[in-house]
């Protein structure tokens, strides 16, 4: 060996035994604690991390934890909904109905005015597809409501679903669409609520619900010139508490609802509160108040909205009956039985508005697809002209019009101004939501919370490269405006971003991701959501590579996504990354307003690598096995494991190169258990035990976590290392059996057993530097639970995935649950659960009351807490979810039900897809002993919101194998992270219908945080500092700002750059900018 060769081979070991050395004993680095397998690994670790350790503290300086607000004194008078069924007969009458009340209409003697409402519910989506609707009922339904609103001046209608219209206005020739702008302007035709579709209120996220709601307004705006200011949410499954706010926030001041449990709408008939402003819970004096209406009875089709007796109801409805089973109940209104006629609808109208507080009724005349011929146009319209002029020609006290949301709600408030002196707001204030639903026969709509999970999912993953693509589209187009230079793919970008938030938009629908439509048009969504996943990747390639090649090399593109769909119905898959000795560069983009540090996994296909990061520093990582069988390690795959920096919105490459020896990779120590040993392939050198069968308890374990594992794999104490505590804990599999259950309702025979007892699992440990795995394998059942070894957020929680596969016979009328017991001493059945994503509300379970009256949605998560510590279950996607006893949470991961549950759809759901399902399990022990005293509401605490953010909003990764000198190392367009209670909701470029740019979108969010839990391993401020735009976006050219509502529809004020940003707890501000 040459002296030169010997030299540096002593002088790179002196420099390893030198960053060994320095590593051990400098603060402020990744810390692994003694006695930790991954001590023996530290020489690894060959860069400062770089933890600011003041941000290590649990003391916190912000105001929100200054607040004291004394909740029980402000709502004294405030009806929560939580506390409506310790007030409510849930007993069931004749034809299985629950009972409503009506006062003696000989009370009734003030003058009640009627407002006649045409309209049509058209799904977009369910036992049809879309395009079939829009073929066979919607065309109709829009062509004769021009030509005969123009022929009946003051006959109304009103519209809600955007989507039908785009399709429809396509069609249409300059002179139609002035009409229809025309019937706008007079009066006659109402777009109510507006957004591209009426959405699912239960299983939908937000940051979707208001990007459809954006889209539907900003076309409205466009091509209707008008901007809804009433919301028309007739038919989602139940009522969140969100979707309130967002309608107010978007610039409604009224909204009608439908589907409430008719016997919760009892109660509030009886308290003459089925008009209410309706309040979020952390709102004390009013500023989110809209007024809310619910409809009384049990449908919104004509046998249900004139009064109580569907009998007399139906003599009203002139439509054609859709089956060849029904006859047609409407009774012409002749000159011979007018007076009768008359007669029946006046009481059904006096005893209607016995129920409200005040005496303006509002009568909804439709149903599903109605209005789609002519001649029920003509029928409807003669006949009710008839009735009208009778009854307004006697001397019955009663005025009678057609009229639009808007007549009706400027008539009520009218009134209410009269009558309580000119103070307006004399309506009941109410907080809450109206969740779970049922119609009769106690039946509740709580199944759908968990049907079909698969696209729940997959909607969810839509969600995630939509809102990246949005973000990096905004930055390209800005950056090559900044340098002067056309952003050659702005048309083509804006063209896949439409479709794709069309296609998810469309997928909020009520009959859509609630998973209640008929197999044909289910395929059609999956179809239209393959379509929006494939392009919202190549978006986030194109605006990726446009970033990083200053704008000047949009084609080719030679970035791919990691992850990707090979078809509509199969879980997401990883491509295995090859590996050059040119280097392969991994392209990282981070769609957070904060810096984030934690753990990225990637397959690649050789174990003989370097990674740099754009620093050129070498990157350590772990290198785990991937397996091909239970007992059989794939040769030319592996996993590594590596820790990412990378700062708020910032694209960071690293690069991977082949090398015949690596340096800095750490192969993992795998134990097996219950299968046939496993073997290492040629050059491996993986540390392998392997048992034949479990004899012992297994554990994983990080700086924060020790999980603890029965002998089958199934997760039973954990410890939390920072404050020294076992946390006692079981997590178990365990199913229901349905006895009446369908793909909206559930309805279980009895209570859950367990599917695992009578199975022997395989179960896999994997260790190392970076993470620690349990990964249990079942037949129709994958589950794992790892542990990420950084000093993190992302360090605090269990990681959880579940694969389960239901397709089998054996699973047929099985409902999946995942349990975790904790000892959580929540006695009084009382937890949390998040509404939409964006706020929690108090739940209490009854347990006299069946097991489906008890479950809830989730949209994030679900919280249990006692006095000292909180347990919360983080979700990735929608789940229906319950505590059904003391320190119990689960959630439901799939079901599939064979019969038909008698509510429309015809059948069973039994299409099931292999399905994964990920959360985040996280203990947390309160900084001072706090009773549970509110169970109306409650807020994370502030390490649980910034998990949640990340698994909400998880790191894109990109690769290529193509070798470039253009590409830039890293973009950091933002200089410091934003407080950790801000979110970026939203920051997306606005195109016009012929896809111009016009202005861009940005939403913020400042949390609310329960201040009584420790800090520790956030990045972000803590601190009450208010942001600034130009803190927000230091690198982009901003020429003006406009601050707006929701949608953007109503403009409020210029707002400068420099200008502090003084958001409320609780709530979003909008912002207009033009980047032009």
Not at 131 to 157: A, Q
Not at 461 to 488: H, M, P, V, W
Not at 600 to 613: A, Q, R, Y
Request: one cysteine or more.
């Amino acid at each position: 060996m040459k002296f030169q060769q010997r030299l540096m081979m002593l002088s790179s070991a002196a420099s390893l035994t030198l960053v060994f050395l320095l590593l051990l004993y400098s603060p402020g680095v990744m810390h692994v604690p003694r006695g930790h397998p991954a001590t023996r690994h530290r020489r690894a670790l060959s860069i400062d991390y770089d933890f600011d350790s003041n941000q290590w503290t649990p003391a916190l300086q912000n105001p929100q934890c200054m607040e004291n607000v004394d909740v029980k004194q402000l709502d004294t008078s405030t009806i929560f909904t939580q506390n409506l069924p310790e007030q409510t007969n849930y007993k069931i009458y004749k034809n299985n109905q629950y009972k409503l009340q009506h006062p003696n209409i000989k009370g009734v003697a003030e003058k009640i005015n009627v407002i006649i409402l045409p309209h049509s519910h058209v799904d977009a989506g369910w036992l049809q597809t879309i395009e079939e609707y829009y073929v066979n009922h919607v065309k109709g339904i829009l062509n004769n409501m021009v030509k005969k609103l123009n022929t009946y001046k003051d006959m109304t209608f009103v519209w809600a679903e955007t989507v039908f219209l785009s399709m429809w206005w396509n069609e249409l020739d300059d002179d139609v669409k002035h009409q229809v702008r025309r019937l706008i302007q007079r009066g006659q035709l109402e777009i109510a609520l507006g957004g591209w579709v009426m959405s699912d209120e239960a299983s939908t996220h937000y940051p979707s619900v208001i990007d459809q709601l954006m889209e539907g307004h900003q076309w409205v705006s466009e091509n209707l010139h008008t901007k809804p200011v009433n919301s028309w949410a007739i038919d989602p499954f139940g009522h969140s508490g969100t979707m309130p706010y967002l309608w107010k926030q978007a610039g409604m001041e009224n909204m009608v609802i439908q589907r409430v449990h008719q016997a919760i709408k009892a109660t509030l008939a009886s308290q003459k509160a089925l008009e209410f402003n309706w309040r979020q819970n952390w709102d004390f004096s009013g500023s989110s108040d809209i007024l809310c209406h619910i409809m009384p009875y049990v449908y919104y089709g004509m046998q249900y909205t004139c009064g109580p007796d569907k009998q007399i109801c139906a003599m009203y409805d002139y439509g054609k009956p859709k089956s060849l089973k029904e006859q047609p109940t409407g009774r012409e209104i002749t000159k011979q039985n007018i007076a009768t006629q008359a007669k029946y609808l006046y009481e059904q109208y006096k005893m209607k508005a016995g129920l409200y507080k005040y005496n303006t009724v509002l009568v909804p005349v439709g149903d599903d697809f109605r209005f789609d011929t002519s001649l029920e146009w003509d029928t409807h319209y003669h006949n009710y002209k008839k009735v009208m002029d009778y009854i307004n020609n006697q001397n019955w006290n009663m005025s009678i019009q057609f009229g639009t949301l808007k007549d009706y709600f400027r008539l009520l408030r009218d009134e209410e101004f009269r009558k309580s002196k000119g103070i307006y707001d004399s309506f009941p204030v109410l907080k809450g939501d109206f969740f779970p639903y049922s119609d009769q026969n106690s039946e509740y709509w709580t199944g759908y919370f968990s049907t079909r999970p698969f696209h729940k999912q997959l909607s969810r993953d839509i969600e995630d490269n939509l809102r990246a693509a949005d973000i990096l589209s905004t930055l390209a187009y800005s950056q090559c405006k900044k340098y002067g230079i056309d952003f050659e793919r702005h048309h083509d970008v804006a063209s896949q971003l439409q479709e794709v938030r069309r296609n998810l938009g469309l997928f909020l629908h009520h009959d859509a991701i609630t998973g209640t439509a008929k197999p044909h048009v289910v395929e059609d969504y999956e179809n239209k959501l393959l379509k929006a996943f494939n392009l919202s990747q190549n978006v986030i390639s194109i605006t990726a590579q446009n970033l990083l090649t200053d704008c000047e090399h949009d084609d080719p593109v030679i970035l791919s996504p990691e992850k990707f769909r090979t078809d509509a119905h199969s879980p997401l898959r990883r491509y295995t990354v090859t590996v050059t000795k040119r280097g392969t560069k991994l392209i990282y983009f981070n769609p957070l307003a904060q810096e984030r540090t934690e753990m990225v996994t990637l397959i690649v296909d050789s174990f003989n690598i370097e990674i740099k990061n754009s620093q050129h520093i070498y990157i350590p990582f772990q290198i785990n096995p991937v397996f091909t069988s239970t007992t059989n390690i794939h040769q030319t795959q592996f996993e590594i494991v590596f820790q990412l920096e990378i700062p708020a919105f910032g694209l960071e490459t690293y690069t991977l190169y082949k090398v015949d020896r690596n340096v800095y990779g750490y192969w993992s120590t795998v134990e097996t258990f219950n299968l046939e040993p496993v073997q290492n392939q040629e050059n491996m050198k993986f540390k392998l035990k392997n048992y034949r069968k479990v004899h012992k308890n297994s554990y994983i374990e990080n700086e924060f976590i020790k999980a603890n594992f029965d002998r089958k794999g199934m997760l039973n104490k954990v410890y939390d290392k920072t404050v020294g505590i076992y946390n006692e804990v079981e997590l178990d599999f365990m199913s229901y059996s349905s006895e009446g259950s369908g793909a909206y309702i559930f309805y279980p025979s009895g209570e859950a057993v367990g599917i695992l007892e009578e199975i022997v699992p395989n179960i896999r440990v994997i260790k190392g530097l970076f993470m620690e795995q349990i990964q249990v394998v079942y037949k129709n059942l994958y589950h794992s639970i790892t542990v990420f070894d950084t000093p993190s957020t992302q360090g605090q929680g269990l990681h959880v995935e579940n694969k389960i596969d239901m397709r089998s016979k054996v699973m047929s009328d099985n409902e999946v649950i995942m349990r975790i017991n904790s000892d959580v001493k929540n006695s009084d059945g009382s937890f949390y659960t998040d509404q939409n994503g964006y706020q929690l509300i108090g739940r209490k379970t009854n347990f006299n009351r069946r097991i489906e009256t008890n479950y809830y949605p989730i949209t994030t998560m679900v919280v249990l807490e006692d006095s000292v510590k909180r347990v919360t279950l983080h979700s990735k996607q929608s789940h229906g979810a319950a505590s059904l006893h003391q320190g119990s949470i689960e959630v439901m991961l799939d079901r599939k039900v064979l019969s038909d549950d008698n509510r429309g759809l015809g059948e069973g759901v039994f299409d099931n897809r292999p399905t994964i399902s990920n959360f985040i399990l996280q203990f947390e022990h309160k900084s001072s002993a706090v009773p549970v005293n509110n169970y109306h509401i409650a807020f994370p605490s502030l390490v649980s919101s910034v998990i949640n953010e990340c698994l909400q909003q998880p790191v894109q990764t990109l690769f290529t194998t193509v070798r470039n000198d253009v590409f830039l190392p890293k973009i950091h367009p933002k200089s410091q992270s934003i407080p950790c209670d801000v979110s970026v909701v939203s920051l997306k470029n606005l195109v016009t219908s012929d896809l111009v740019y016009s202005g861009s979108s940005l939403i913020i969010h400042r949390k609310k945080f329960d201040c009584n839990f420790p800090t520790a391993g956030l990045q972000c401020s803590i601190t009450s500092t208010n942001p600034t735009l130009s803190s927000l976006l230091p690198n982009i050219s901003i020429s003006s700002v406009r601050e707006t509502t929701l949608t953007h529809l109503h403009r409020k004020s210029n707002v400068l750059l420099e200008k502090e940003l003084a958001i409320p707890t609780m709530e979003m501000m909008s912002f207009l900018l033009d980047l032009s």
